[in-house]
């Protein structure tokens, strides 16, 4: 069979996913909830999504770059500091920001609300580094820098260091 073919046959019996409001796989990363809504197994790993709970004052990961995904962030509420370089942007709620490979980055939310986004990840690779950070937390060990540094590792992802 062709790839084409392969394709075609593909499209004309689609597996639908379905997540239900408070459905999804939940991950707690200290201040932040994330909630999985599609971790790529239903995309061919393709893309995975997940919207994020931050809380006020909550700081992000360390700037970093991503070797082989995008990452999408869609503010459904709220206000995210984005720090990409040595340039922030505050994006509020209606924003989309999208990351491409290579391109240094980070977030927070600065503010005393609660901040919520939409994240795509596209291949879906990124989606086991977060669960990797909830066993570290789960483990009882605490999510130090080098921690997070060395989970980065294994999804193609490594720290700004240039930027610090």
Do not use: C, W
């Amino acid at each position: 069979m062709t790839d084409e073919a392969k394709t075609s046959e593909l499209q004309t019996d689609p597996a639908v996913s379905v997540v239900a409001p408070g459905g999804g796989e939940t991950i707690l990363l200290g201040t932040t909830r994330m909630r999985v809504l599609e971790d790529g197994s239903h995309t061919g790993h393709r893309l995975a999504i997940a919207e994020s709970v931050l809380a006020p004052h909550t700081q992000g990961p360390p700037q970093h770059r991503h070797g082989r995904h995008d990452e999408g962030f869609y503010i459904l509420s709220g206000t995210v500091r984005f720090t990409v370089g040595d340039e922030d942007h505050d994006a509020t709620t209606g924003t989309l920001v999208m990351v491409p490979p290579g391109t240094p980055h980070t977030f927070a939310n600065l503010t005393d609300q609660p901040a919520v986004m939409l994240s795509t990840f596209t291949p879906d690779l990124y989606v086991q580094y977060f669960r990797d950070l909830q066993e570290v937390l789960a483990g009882g060990r605490p999510l130090t820098p080098q921690a997070n540094i060395d989970s980065m590792s294994r999804y193609a992802t490594e720290p700004a260091t240039d930027l610090a």
